[in-house]
């Protein structure tokens, strides 16, 4: 499965998909690798994995519309059956939407609905809730809004702080993100038209992954 994935910061789970398909547990290939910005940490462990890179920024062009237009035209030019925004810090529009629409998924640091939106993680503390999480969803046209593919819970400890949390997250992020892309190359998950499909389960001792979402 052709995938590009979107970074716009250090890339822990972009080096998580790459590990997972170099140990053969992700049958995907990573096309390409954009960013909406300079200086992304995730361009240069695409590049030293020999994977193209591409910026796209934001500051470039006049409006939102008119960055995601330009956007969808270098992902498209990869032709990916997935797109993975894997710490991708901006709202994509409606050219991103139109040409992959079901195809894009996100992972996002809380057990969404809860918590969508920017630091996830500080959200998660000042409610002190006791589980947390990470969510992959498909991305719709809202906030961390779309169908959620699967969720890992992990403990909100009374020690925690947003460092100590958000590291806990992303240890859960970086099992989660390569299994739900190998459970996509593999349709497992299904991508139609109508919505995601659940064609099989996690392993019933694998606790920490659930999916499909109790309806
Ligand atoms: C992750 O916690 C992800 O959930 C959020 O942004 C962070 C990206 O981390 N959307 P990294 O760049 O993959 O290390």
Known sequence: ?????????KGS??????????A????AQINAVCADRDGAAALLLAQEHGIATQ????ADYPDRKTWDEALARVVASYAPELVVL???MRLIDGSMLAHFRGRIVNVHPALLPA???LDAPAQALAKRVTLSGCT?????AGVDSGPILAQAAVPVLPSDDVTSLHARIQHAEHKLLPAVVQAIAHGAIVLAESGPIFRSQPEA???????PPVA
């Open 1 to 9: 499965m052709n995938v590009v994935v979107l970074v716009s910061g």
């Open 13 to 22: 789970n972009l080096k998580a998909l790459l590990d997972a398909i170099a």
């Open 24 to 27: 053969g547990q992700c049958s």
């Open 55 to 58: 910026v796209v920024k934001f």
């Open 86 to 88: 894997a710490g991708f």
């Open 115 to 117: 918590f969508p939106g």
């Open 136 to 140: 992959v969803h498909l991305v719709d």
């Open 205 to 211: 001792d694998d606790l920490m992954f659930c999916w």
